[in-house]
């Protein structure tokens, strides 16, 4: 049965850091690449970070967390990482892990994350 079970959200203060754990279950972990996605409330689901399969594989931002955020993985421990820096009130959202490997992709639940005086 396959499992992503995201952690370490919660409430920080602007300017603040997180860093959001998301254990994999379930399927090859290595094959996967992984990627972090996060919907505000009234907003469409985005992208925010993807790895390809390798541990210090390519990784993707988009424009609005480039430089803040970083993802990793560690193959060994089936589990992916995004450090979130110098967080915004805008970034907060429900924070969701990814995998895809050949055809199938797989959620998990999500994580909080609020950012807030």
């Known amino acids: 049965q396959v499992q992503l079970v995201e952690s370490g959200g919660g409430l920080v203060q602007p300017g603040g850091s997180l860093r959001l754990s998301c254990a994999a279950s379930?399927?090859?972990?290595?094959?996967?690449?992984m990627s972090w996605y996060r919907q505000a409330p009234g907003k469409e689901r985005e992208l925010v970070a993807t790895?390809?399969?390798?541990?210090?594989?390519?990784?993707y931002y988009p424009d609005s967390v480039k430089g803040r955020f970083t993802i990793s993985r560690d193959n060994a421990k089936n589990t992916a990482y995004l450090q979130m820096n110098s967080l915004k009130p805008e970034d907060t959202a429900v924070y969701y892990c990814?995998?895809?490997?050949?055809?199938?992709?797989?959620w998990g639940k999500g994580t909080l994350v609020t950012v807030s005086s």
């Open positions: 990814k995998a895809f490997i050949t055809v199938r992709e797989y």
């Open positions: 379930g399927f090859s972990f290595s094959s996967a690449s």
């Open positions: 790895i390809i399969t390798s541990s210090g594989g390519s990784s």
